[in-house]
């Protein structure tokens, strides 16, 4: 399932090219949102906000369209009057005299006034988004420090959207390397600087996964400003210490770590 970064680019590149355009075709799969589908001909989009997973489309006439891609779902970006070929089911179609935007496979959908959508189960469940870049490093500290999560194991934590929106598998690894803590820490047993550095890197490695994965930066060895230290690389040795990276599940989900650093 993509992350929290990968779902603001995504929101980033559909809000590129549909920002400010008045929809020309809107069509939606489910019949309980059809007759939305004249309503939103000839208003424009206003804003496509993630939060945590979900995406929330804004329109000109007040409507919001919450969707969730789950596992399964993509998003498309194509030009006016252009339907890709694929074996996806096609969910949601937005186009403007020049550009399209398809939603496939999703089957949390929903369009209602943004009132409605905020009362969503999903998103009355969720803690903040980690990408919020008004949260900060002492608000997830007291979050991490509260009755509700306290005495969790960190491993399970932090896959829990209630704790924050937006972690996956892969930051939950990144973030736990970097803070140099093991899955089964819970955060009452941590001494303060540990508390201050784990709540740092909860906010610092999904922004900075954000901002800039995928981008090369040619002044670095390594090429991306963004890379695995530990995900995906069992049987390499850890950049930190030089011991071997391992891997095992948790939470039914892989989990990579190093056993030297994270104690």
């Known amino acids: 399932m993509p992350e929290g970064p990968e779902i603001r680019r995504a929101a980033d590149k ?3 090219v549909m920002i400010g355009q ?4 809107v069509w939606f799969a489910f019949p309980q949102l059809k007759h939305y589908q004249a309503d939103l001909i000839g208003e424009c989009i206003n ?3 993630p939060r945590g997973k979900a995406l929330l489309t804004d329109f000109s006439n007040g409507l919001t369209m919450y969707s969730h891609n789950q596992l399964y779902g993509v998003w498309k970006v194509v030009k006016a009057g252009e339907t890709p070929e694929t074996k996806r089911d096609l969910r949601v179609r937005l186009e403007t005299a020049d550009w399209a935007i398809l ?4 089957s949390d959908i929903t369009v209602a006034l943004r009132g409605e959508i905020e009362q969503h189960p999903f998103l009355k469940r969720i803690g903040p988004d980690v990408l919020d870049m008004a949260l900060s490093v002492e608000q997830v500290e007291k979050r991490l420090l509260s009755a509700s999560f306290c005495k969790r194991q960190l491993g399970g934590m932090l896959l829990d959207q209630r704790f924050l929106a937006g972690l996956g598998n892969y930051l939950r690894a990144e973030i736990l390397w970097q803070a140099q803590l093991a899955p089964e820490h819970k955060p009452q047993a941590l001494m303060p600087e540990e ?3 784990l709540a740092q890197a909860l906010l ?3 922004r900075l996964s954000y901002q800039t994965r ?3 930066d040619e002044n670095r060895h390594h090429g991306s400003l963004f890379r695995f230290n530990v995900f995906h690389r069992s049987g390499e040795p850890c ?5 071997m990276i391992e891997k095992t599940t948790l939470s039914s989900r892989p989990f990579y770590w190093c056993p030297m650093c994270q104690k």
């Open 22 to 25: 008045p929809l020309t075709e």
């Open 103 to 106: 939603l496939y496979s999703a």
């Open 195 to 197: 508390v201050h550095r």
């Open 14 to 16: 559909l809000a590129a």
């Open 47 to 49: 804003a496509i906000e």
């Open 239 to 243: 950049s930190r210490c030089g011991a």
């Open 214 to 216: 995928g981008h090369v």
């Open 204 to 206: 610092e490695i999904p």
